[in-house]
């Protein structure tokens, strides 16, 4: 891969996208290599958890590639906002846990990207934003549907019409980011989170994800249905049995993903 930097180590997958220059605007070519990174993440049994991240210091992801998108007839826009899609989508239901570790300008796409990750962590110094209808366009990743179920409808209309870009502090305000750190620290704090994930029951873990991820688009009563179902299961598992047993031994549990 050329735009996609895969590094792993103690279980954790590190994807940065590799493209300073351009600071690291989304195109065909990422698009490509991302979906195959991260279908190689989602099936590597040695991988917990995965942290996204751009390269250099001012952007995380700073949009889409403009030169790309002012090329596009409606038809081929269309496909490519399918693909976009896609592939956040890819993230969004990854089974293992995805931290967004946002180091500068997350902007159009590059907020879409940050929406489609489990949780957000954000440097003091990064800027939030869907810019799209200054270009007489609207979000085309899954922006219009992720950030009102993120924020509520009523800050998400504003942000879109407006296509004002926010700071992270504000953005954590409003419950864009779960955390703002000093540049300094950012890594550091994703990884923090990505250890304590990683100390927990890996079956659990999936489960509680996938509860959550399906569960929100269903009724309340659907949801608990299958939030109980989903307990049931665990229930007949060695980590369970294990876990359980540890806690009433006062012991560290010993995990096997079983």
Known sequence: METILLEKKDRLALVTINRPKALNALNDQVFSELESCFR??????????????GSGEKAFVAGADIKELATLEPLAARRLAERGQRVFNLIENCPKPVI???????????????????MRVASEKARFGLPEVGL???????????????????????????GEMISAARAHEIGLVNHVVAPEALHEKAHAIAAAIQSKGPLAVRHAMEAVNRGFEMSREDGERFEAALF??????????????????KRKPEFKGR
């Open 40 to 53: 190689e993440v989602a099936a590597d049994e040695e991988v917990a958890a995965v942290v996204v991240t």
């Open 100 to 118: 967004a570790a946002v180091n500068g300008f997350a902007l159009g796409g590059g907020c879409e990207l940050a929406m489609a990750c489990h």
């Open 136 to 162: 007489g366009l609207i979000p085309g990743y899954a922006g219009t549907q992720r950030l009102p179920r993120l924020v509520g409808k009523g800050i998400a209309m504003e942000l879109v019409l407006t």
């Open 232 to 249: 049931g299961l665990l229930a007949g598992t060695e980590d369970t049995k294990e876990g359980l047993a540890a806690f009433i031994e």
